[in-house]
Structures are given as C-alpha cells and as structure tokens.
C-alpha cells in the first residue's frame, strides 16, 4: 500500500512566454539556444516547486531538442510540467512552441526532459507525491517515463565513470591549458 499524496499533471502546469528580441538572438538572427535552456530549467524548476512544496535542485536534463528555430518576428512560450515521479525525484516535461506574430502560426519548436529532486530543510532528498495523468498526452508520457529513468540512470553511471577516469589528469590542469 502505497500511502504517498496524489497531485494530478496539471497542478504543476507552468506557461511562460516571452517575445524575441534582438540581444536574445545569435548571428543567424535566432534565439539563443543558451537563452532557450535558460527559460526551460526555469519553468521546469516552478513545476518542480509547484508539484513537492519545497526546495528542489536540477539533477539532469535529459535533452533539448531544437526542432525549429525561433526567430526574431516570434514569441516563445514553453509549457512544463510534472509528467512522473520516482520516490524523490520529479520528471518533467517543457513543450517550446514559437509563434509568429505577424500570422499567428504556431508550431513545437523543441521539447525538453529535466529531472529534479525534492529536498528537506536539510537539503536531504524528500518522497514527492506521486503523479496523476489524465490527458493522452501526460498519459502517454507516464507509460513512457520508466525507460526514460532507466537511461538516466545508465547516463549517470557512465558518467561516474568518465570522471573516474578524467579526474585525475585534472592535476594537470593549468591555466586553462590542458598540459
């Protein structure tokens, strides 16, 4: 029996948009894709704090897939929200979608997987509620969470084991010159 709190998708639901202005853009006149990564763990780290009610780090970002580019003539509005859980850690989800404000086209711009932990007042982690979906949507990406967890942590372990290895030349590390 599992006696964990309930909150359903859409409690930890987040919408953030801003306009595309030009100190936001590269040289191909374009959102920063930096900028973009900025706003998503900033929207994810709301749904995150909406989701536990209390302290959260980021513990991973799967992925940013960049499937349009955003341009100057648009805004961006980055939708995110809890679509699993683990016993202290929180999956979440950001949909990007840019849209032109000269025709009012909308389209998935890019996507997004974080993952965040819960965290007491001594900065250990902490059990989060579980998670309820009720869209096709979060449905589908609840079914799907578990092999993407799976990853993760087979990510995290490959990368405890680069720094195994590539930790100790740090002692080599001068003055930004690998020696």
Same mark, same amino acid.
């Given at each position: 029996?599992?006696?964990?709190?309930?909150?359903?998708?859409?409690?930890?639901?987040?919408?953030?948009?801003?306009?595309?202005?030009?100190?936001?853009?590269?040289?191909?006149?374009?959102?920063?894709?930096? +900028?973009?990564?900025?706003?998503?763990?900033?929207? $994810?780290?709301?749904?995150?704090?909406?989701?536990?009610?209390?302290?959260?780090?980021?513990?991973?970002?799967?992925?940013?897939?960049?499937?349009?580019?955003?341009?100057?003539?648009?805004?961006?509005?980055?939708?995110?929200?809890?679509?699993?859980?683990?016993?202290?850690?929180? !999956?979440?989800?950001?949909?990007?979608?840019?849209?032109?404000?000269?025709?009012?086209?909308?389209?998935?711009? $890019?996507?997004?997987?974080?993952?965040?932990?819960?965290?007491?007042?001594?900065?250990?982690?902490?059990?989060?509620?579980?998670?309820?979906? !009720?869209?096709?949507?979060?449905?589908?990406?609840?079914?799907? $969470? +578990?092999?993407?967890?799976?990853?993760?942590?087979?990510?995290?372990?490959?990368?405890? $084991?680069?720094?195994?290895?590539?930790?100790?030349?740090?002692?080599?590390?001068?003055?930004?010159?690998?020696?």
């Amino acid at each position: 029996m599992n006696d964990r709190p309930e909150k359903y998708c859409k409690e930890s639901l987040v919408v953030k948009t801003s306009r595309v202005f030009t100190q936001d853009t590269n040289n191909h006149n374009t959102l920063f894709g930096g +900028k973009l990564m900025s706003y998503i763990d900033d929207v $994810a780290s709301i749904s995150a704090g909406k989701h536990s009610r209390c302290d959260t780090v980021t513990a991973s970002t799967d992925s940013v897939d960049f499937l349009l580019s955003i341009g100057q003539c648009d805004s961006v509005s980055l939708i995110s929200y809890v679509s699993w859980t683990g016993k202290t850690s929180m !999956e979440i989800f950001v949909k990007i979608i840019k849209e032109d404000l000269k025709t009012g086209k909308k389209q998935l711009a $890019a996507t997004s997987f974080l993952t965040f932990v819960a965290l007491n007042t001594l900065g250990k982690p902490q059990l989060v509620p579980q998670v309820i979906p !009720e869209t096709d949507e979060e449905k589908m990406l609840y079914r799907t $969470a +578990k092999n993407r967890s799976i990853e993760r942590i087979k990510r995290k372990q490959e990368s405890k $084991a680069l720094v195994k290895k590539i930790g100790k030349s740090l002692a080599n590390y001068d003055n930004n010159l690998l020696i």
